[in-house]
């Protein structure tokens, strides 16, 4: 986001005519109907009057868009809260992801050469102090990348068209991918370092593949073939494994993905043609200990040693990553906070400007009051009333606006409604505490007004 000049430009013209049209025209208006015999006789009762009514008008509004902006500031808030809690099916903590570039000279080794590269990368990173499990991470990754896979399970003919074939989000990863993001084990095994490109084909599902295309029995030994393209490549996995389900698309949208089915393959097990295209390297993940905050510098120096060739990239934190896909949400929220805090201050000034001018006009009358007995409680009370009934009525509106407009933005909402009850009742209260604090400082003055001096000045 950055400021627009055009969009500068404009807000700041039609701010300046705003003010010069609020002054103007009163005045105009007050001049063009005056009537000096009228005015002088009626000491300019019925003008105070009609000026006491239009003031309160734009309280009322101001206090009622004040509600309607809080009550959505308030929304988002609540929404963002439930986000940060909803579980992503991995823990972010303590997780690095990279970008690895390996030497030019690697584009024409041999598939063996390429894997042996892998392999001592591993080592390399796994021996660095403070790394606990690394792993490369080809295909898709949780909230960063995605990679889908067509598929049919063994059995049953191949489909005659990609359309007639299952899709998947899949990830091609080392064995301790799982450990590294702390991804839960449900049934079965994980992949092993022993499910290499020796061994039969195997594959970890998640929870959702499996309540998808084995609801009422067990996936475990199940065999799928991925449709590579290459028909040597065409050899079916077994399913060993279920894990819980990663949200890939977001904390907020991922449930309403029809695409959302997932599964795990081992680098070590791809084909040589697939193998191939990631000669000059890859993503990396790693899981640490948390207790050096430059192991970024320690990974780098530790693939220089390997390689001085070899180039360490684009380091992210899976918490940035979480943080990020939460990004619309919060300059939502802290957008719409700042109107809503602007908005009780023009609100709260406003409302104190009207009860002010109130006992401005009415000085004489406290003044007769309080000679006559009435206590300094009897004054407040008094006072405290015209501002209460501006806002019963501006918080009236505002609760009937907001239940129009707030559903307009249950698209951004998650966990909770557009007409959230508890929402509404703290933003109604705040907003009340707000005002009746802006009263009660004019009514405080009242209450201290000295009746002699009231009635000699007037």
Not at 132 to 149: N, R, T
Not at 214 to 237: L, Q
Not at 258 to 287: C, K, P
Request: hydrophobic share 50%; aromatic share 8%; net charge neutral.
């Amino acid at each position: 986001m950055s400021i627009d000049a055009r969009v500068l430009i404009f807000t700041a013209a039609l701010t300046l005519l705003t003010g010069i049209l609020s002054g103007v025209l009163p005045a105009l208006l007050r001049t063009s109907r005056m009537n000096l015999h009228d005015t002088l006789k009626e000491g300019g009762r019925a003008s105070s009057g009609a000026r006491h009514r239009a003031q309160s008008v734009f309280v009322i509004a101001q206090m009622a868009m004040a509600l309607v902006l809080l009550i959505g500031a308030g929304l988002m808030l609540r929404s963002l809260v439930r986000l940060w809690h909803v579980d992503p099916g991995f823990r972010a903590n303590n997780v690095l992801y990279f970008g690895m570039s390996f030497p030019a000279a690697m584009n024409h080794a041999s598939v063996e050469a390429v894997r042996a590269n892998y392999r001592q990368l591993e080592q390399t990173l796994a021996s660095t102090p403070g790394v606990q499990e690394v792993s490369p991470a080809w295909g898709a990754f949780p909230l960063s990348s995605d990679d889908e896979q067509l598929f049919w399970f063994e059995g049953q003919p191949k489909p005659k068209s990609k359309n007639d074939m299952n899709w998947a989000i899949d990830y091609i990863v080392g064995p301790t991918y799982f450990k590294a993001l702390r991804i839960p084990l449900l049934r079965g095994r994980l992949l092993t370092a022993s499910d290499d490109e020796h061994a039969p084909r195997v594959t970890v599902v998640d929870d959702v593949f499996a309540r998808k295309y084995f609801p009422n029995e067990d996936p475990i030994g199940k065999r799928i073939i991925r449709d590579t393209g290459v028909e040597s490549a065409a050899e079916p996995m077994e399913i060993v494994g279920v894990v819980g389900h990663v949200k890939q698309w977001g904390l907020d949208t991922d449930d309403s993905q029809a695409l959302r089915s997932q599964f795990y393959m081992n680098w070590m097990q791809m084909s040589d043609e697939y193998t191939a295209l990631y000669a000059s390297g890859s993503s990396m993940v790693i899981h640490s200990d948390g207790r050096d905050p430059q192991i970024f510098n320690a990974i780098r120096h530790a693939s220089q040693q390997m390689n001085a060739e070899q180039v360490v990239f684009g380091a992210e934190s899976m918490n940035q990553m979480v943080a990020d896909s939460l990004a619309s949400q919060r300059f939502s929220m802290i957008l719409l906070s700042l109107f809503a805090a602007l908005a009780l201050l023009l609100a709260s000034i406003g409302i104190y400007g009207v009860i002010s001018y109130v006992v401005s006009e009415r000085t004489r009358e406290i003044g007769v009051r309080m000679a006559l007995g009435a206590e300094r409680m009897d004054i407040l009370r008094i006072v405290l009333g015209s501002g209460g009934k501006l806002l019963v009525i501006g918080v009236g509106a505002g609760i009937i606006v907001a239940l129009a407009l707030t559903r307009l933005m249950s698209s951004l909402l998650y966990g909770i409604r557009a007409t959230d009850p508890l929402t509404f009742v703290a933003v109604t209260l705040l907003l009340s505490v707000v005002a009746l604090l802006a009263c009660y400082l004019p009514a405080r003055r009242a209450s201290m007004v000295d009746p002699i001096v009231a009635l000699r000045n007037e």
